[in-house]
């Protein structure tokens, strides 16, 4: 939804014949961008689903005629029983979507009425998903008929990555194609050595520690993983990954052995980064460390992969392996230090093309 606070209206220019297309007046629009839900947990909800975010070659970039009769018959037959089964676990049953959704829509409002103070009702505010809804084609056509005429588009993935950043402005770029007056376009980067970022992740590790009697030994930063074939061919991820546990450490002022790096979230055959999350809790607790954090710095909004694969998949492995106390610290989604940092990072990049009221004044 666009900024229902506007007072702007399209008028018809003074030039123009009685026929002539309404122009509404000039803004800039800011487009949050995330990766996706599907529209129920059903079989088929979750099939159309997976089957947009499989056949996306920026996640899977096998040939086509390989990948394709495999994903099919044999992927899509299976995976949407087994996974809508572990979204209907975490489902927002009073919503009827899925917690990424409901927490993309808090991040997005928050980052509104923050940007609605900096900015007025020059900048709207509004997101969109890379695979299913809302689509990234139905929220560019919203903002252009709103009169953007310029956008940043900003993928909500702190580290960057080929198969999140790149594909959400490649899909961003596809929409724009459909448009006869395309606005001027900017892109976020990749976040994840922002000081403010990294202090919002310190103050949920810091909030943690303080809730707990007896500290955990350690802290494990879980990100989702890709295959190691990706870093070979120069995805940037992983190095982004470890800098991001790197600076977080330094932040907290802790020692190198007090925080682990590990990826989750393997799919399909190929060796994926590592060490894999599950195997590496695993492996402590038989080290004997007994009680653990897990904290997921490369999600913005907690999600299916946090949810149930952190808090129930890992947990379980390292509780199995001899590990007594396992904390899940949530993702930041809408924490006032994490909107204040995306809404920081938005600051910047919009320079030069909005005035903060502050900075009129
Ligand atoms: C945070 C960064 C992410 C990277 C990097 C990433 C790479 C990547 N993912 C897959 C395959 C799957 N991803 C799945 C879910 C999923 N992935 C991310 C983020 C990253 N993926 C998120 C936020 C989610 C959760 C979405 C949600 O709706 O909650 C899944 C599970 C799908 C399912 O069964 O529901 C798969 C499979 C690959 C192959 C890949 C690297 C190339
Ligand atoms: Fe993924
Ligand atoms: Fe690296």
């Given at each position: 939804m666009l900024d229902a606070r506007s007072t702007h209206r399209a008028v018809r220019p003074e030039h123009a014949p009685a026929d002539h297309p309404p122009v509404p007046p000039a803004r800039t629009g800011v487009l949050l961008a995330n990766l996706g839900t599907p529209d129920g947990h059903d079989y088929w909800s979750m099939r159309r689903y997976l089957n947009e975010f499989l056949s996306d070659k920026r996640v899977i970039d096998y040939p086509a005629w390989k990948w394709q009769p495999l994903l099919q018959a044999v992927i899509l037959s299976k995976r949407p029983f087994s996974s809508g089964a572990n979204y209907r676990l975490i489902w927002n049953e009073e919503l009827n979507e899925s917690p990424l959704l409901t927490i993309t829509k808090a991040q997005t409002a928050a980052i509104r009425e923050t940007l609605a103070d900096w900015y007025g009702d020059d900048v709207v505010v509004d997101f969109c998903m890379r695979y299913g809804n809302p689509s990234t084609a139905s929220k560019v056509r919203q903002m252009i008929d709103a009169g953007c005429q310029r956008i940043l588009f900003f993928p909500?993935?702190?580290?960057?990555?080929?198969?999140?950043?790149?594909?959400?402005?490649?899909?961003?770029?596809?929409?724009?194609?459909?448009?006869?007056?395309?606005?001027?376009?900017?892109?976020?980067?990749?976040?994840?050595?922002?000081?403010?970022?990294?202090?919002?992740?310190?103050?949920?590790?810091?909030?943690?520690?303080?809730?707990?009697?007896?500290?955990?030994?350690?802290?494990?930063?879980?990100?989702?993983?890709?295959?190691?074939?990706?870093?070979?061919?120069?995805?940037?991820?992983?190095?982004?990954?470890?800098?991001?546990?790197?600076?977080?450490?330094?932040?907290?002022?802790?020692?190198?052995?007090?925080?682990?790096?590990?990826?989750?979230?393997?799919?399909?055959?190929?060796?994926?980064?590592?060490?894999?999350?599950?195997?590496?809790?695993?492996?402590?607790?038989?080290?004997?460390?007994?009680?653990?954090?897990?904290?997921?710095?490369?999600?913005?909004?907690?999600?299916?992969?946090?949810?149930?694969?952190?808090?129930?998949?890992?947990?379980?492995?390292?509780?199995?392996?001899?590990?007594?106390?396992?904390?899940?610290?949530?993702?930041?989604n809408d924490d006032a230090a994490h909107v204040r940092a995306l809404c920081n990072t938005i600051a910047d990049n919009l320079s030069g093309w909005a005035v903060r009221a502050e900075s009129q004044a």
């Open positions: 909500l993935y702190p580290q960057y990555a080929g198969a999140t950043t790149a594909t959400a402005n490649d899909q961003f770029f596809r929409a724009l194609t459909a448009e006869k007056w395309q606005p001027a376009i900017r892109t976020v980067p990749a976040y994840f050595d922002r000081p403010d970022f990294i202090d919002a992740l310190a103050q949920s590790v810091e909030r943690s520690w303080a809730d707990q009697p007896t500290p955990p030994d350690l802290l494990v930063a879980s990100y989702h993983g890709m295959p190691r074939r990706y870093l070979m061919e120069g995805d940037p991820y992983h190095c982004q990954c470890q800098k991001t546990t790197r600076l977080l450490r330094e932040r907290l002022g802790w020692p190198a052995d007090r925080i682990v790096t590990a990826f989750q979230s393997r799919f399909g055959p190929e060796e994926w980064l590592k060490p894999y999350t599950v195997e590496e809790v695993a492996r402590l607790a038989e080290k004997g460390v007994k009680r653990i954090a897990v904290i997921a710095p490369a999600f913005s909004a907690d999600c299916i992969e946090t949810l149930e694969e952190i808090n129930g998949e890992i947990r379980e492995s390292f509780e199995e392996a001899g590990g007594e106390s396992f904390t899940y610290i949530p993702c930041l």
